[in-house]
């Protein structure tokens, strides 16, 4: 599969962003997606992750009740959405995919097809 992100940019500490993440070639609903992000000078981290359906959904804690996942299958994209915005929260986030059946098992870890990135710049 072959992944997009895009949506990034420059935005006011408090502000929102939805970032996208546009799939082709394996069939899209098939597969999980997760959201990582890499601040300069740190490792990637988790951001969030939604199984294929949309049933399950996992968000990383530095994150959760400011940042949603969500997805479109018909659109082959998945999006997140990114509210109160602060400085901590500039990175290239990064979308990537796995097989739904190793997901369910670790929804965190071990996605094998990634993307290009998208850089969100939070200006305090």
């Known amino acids: 599969v072959q992944l997009q992100a895009s949506g990034g940019g420059l935005v006011q500490a408090g502000g929102s962003l939805r970032l996208s993440c546009g799939a082709s070639?394996?069939?899209?609903?098939?597969?999980?997606i997760g959201w990582f992000r890499q601040a300069p000078g740190k490792e990637r981290e988790f951001v969030a992750s939604?199984?294929?359906?949309?049933?399950?959904?996992v968000i990383a804690d530095s994150v959760k009740g400011r940042f949603t996942i969500s997805r479109d299958n018909a659109k082959n994209t998945a999006y997140l959405q990114m509210n109160d915005l602060n400085a901590e929260d500039t990175a290239v986030y990064y979308c990537?995919?796995?097989?739904?059946?190793?997901?369910?098992?670790?929804?965190?870890?071990?996605?094998?097809?990634w993307g290009q990135g998208t850089l969100v710049t939070v200006s305090s």
């Open positions: 939604i199984s294929r359906s949309g049933g399950n959904r």
């Open positions: 070639g394996r069939t899209f609903n098939s597969i999980a």
């Open positions: 990537a995919a796995k097989r739904e059946s190793l997901y369910l098992k670790s929804p965190v870890t071990g996605f094998d097809s």
